[in-house]
């Protein structure tokens, strides 16, 4: 084991000076903000289909400021919260944004949040050096949300792409009866074997990574690469002007294993009724450990929808027609959980699971 620490260190002090010497380019979060001013999108855009949004950035009570955008229907009321939970690497108000257009446009108000260090918000570029403080600093932020005059007694529902997959179910295990459900795009429950470091690169992480826990040098396939199906996608993936272009942190690489970990071991805790979405060729989060859960969980209303020959981004990386059949599932899904009637859907002819005895759809 040692001659294997002690060639690690070398390579991380060897980086450390390349890596200082040469910033990365969006560390701050006024870079980030800077990037982002020319996608923002004005009010008439919203208005034009039929979408109310705000914009705002806000001190949590860590004093850490954080990004966080709602888009409401702007005629007539929301008939539930949807509370969205991003991946990693990734922020509310990119490629969500038009997924968030479409649930305000069938009747939902939807929130999302740039966790620390993503985003807009305040915090070192994708360093997460705790994975249940973006938990509790997005429990805060939706709990501040679902307590508004407007909202209140309003179902509320959670929505985890990927790691923010973890975050949901980790919010739902803290709260536990409050919430009517979650859709789980893709979650992050394992970091499936294709992108997960080698085992004893994973054993040097984890004994290592409190020495320089913010260098970004953890051998990782990439991302972008692996999770969009259509290449013009994933030019679009890589355009996210908050995209993290490196290696992970090794702080973040060891926390997410370590939340993976903790959500596989303890599947059971799931209570919460939830609609669990995955690609059947996902090579970034296992569909294996979606069934798992599917299995284990405790939740009495569940549904799983395996989508045949679908990658990781759902809704982002897929052919527009498969994206569409992922947006009708879930916009079903959540109004029949919703108390009230089935929202104007563009598409006809779904029918879903029956919710006692939920099936695996294949398409
Ligand atoms: C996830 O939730 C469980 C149960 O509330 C808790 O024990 C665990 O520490 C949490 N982990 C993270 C990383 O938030
Ligand atoms: C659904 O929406 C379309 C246009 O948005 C409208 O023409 C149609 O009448 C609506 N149908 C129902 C049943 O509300």
Known sequence: MWPFIVAFCCIALSSVVVVSRRRLALDHHDDRRRAMLPFKKDAEYYLRKGVRVTEKF??????????TKEWVPANG??????????????????FFDATAVELAQ??????????EGHGQSQGLHCY?????????DTREYFQSVRARPEFAGKPGFLYGESMGGAVAI?????????????????PMCKIADKIRPPWIIQELLRRT?????TLPIVPAEDIAENAFKLPEKRA?????????????RLGTAVQLLLVSEDIEKHLDEVTTPFLLMHGAADLVTDPEVSKALYERSSSKDKTFKLYEGMWHALTEGEPSENVAIVMRDIITWLSERSGKKAANLST??????????????SI
């Open 170 to 186: 980790n919010v739902s295990r803290a709260e536990q009866g409050k919430w009517d459900g979650m859709i789980l795009v893709a």
């Open 128 to 136: 997460i050096p705790k994975f249940s403080v973006i938990v509790e």
């Open 77 to 94: 009321e929301a008939s539930a919260v949807v509370c969205y939970c991003h991946g990693y690497g990734d922020q509310c108000n990119y």
């Open 58 to 67: 806000f001190f949590n009570s860590r004093g850490i400021e954080q990004f």
């Open 106 to 115: 069938a009747g939902y108000a939807v929130v999302g949040v740039d966790y």
């Open 236 to 248: 679009e993936g890589k355009a996210n002007p908050t995209a993290f272009l490196h290696k992970p």
């Open 209 to 213: 990574a409190f020495l320089v826990p």
């Open 348 to 361: 006809t002819g779904s029918e879903v699971s029956d919710t006692e005895s939920a099936v695996i759809d």
